[in-house]
């Protein structure tokens, strides 16, 4: 991971990892956020680097069970963020949405 204001560059499992996220998570590394944050020319690379993290290290994308497993940390670390807490549902809401969408096109 690289280095930010808060910790220093360390590395990470891929399982400990997303690529994109919609929301900033506490459970797994945002790498699509992290680099965009610390590459210059991000945007120029971003197919290639999507490309190498998703299909070459197979990290996936965040997805229901991410932020299921997001909300279970939260409720086991008696947070009282209900702002963000709402947000993790909000965005619950959306990827379910998505995949009946998704289902319902097929």
């Known amino acids: 991971m690289p280095e930010s204001t ?3 560059a360390t590395w990470a499992l891929p399982k400990d990892c997303v ?3 919609p929301i900033e998570m506490t459970t797994k590394h945002s790498l699509a956020k992290l680099y965009a944050n610390h590459f210059p020319k991000f945007s120029v690379d971003r ?3 999507a490309s190498f993290f998703s299909m070459t290290l197979e990290i996936p994308n965040c997805n ?3 932020l299921v497993e997001e909300i279970r ?3 086991s670390s008696n ?3 209900f ?3 709402s947000t993790l549902y909000e965005c619950l809401a959306n990827k379910r949405l998505i ?3 998704a289902t319902t096109l097929k």
Do not use: G, P
Request: proline share 0%; glycine share 0%; hydrophobic share 35%.
């Open 6 to 8: 808060t910790q220093k």
């Open 19 to 21: 690529w994109e996220s």
């Open 47 to 49: 197919s290639n680097l």
């Open 64 to 66: 229901w069970e991410h």
């Open 73 to 75: 940390a939260f409720k």
């Open 79 to 81: 947070c009282n963020n």
């Open 83 to 85: 702002d963000r807490i």
């Open 99 to 101: 995949a009946i969408s």
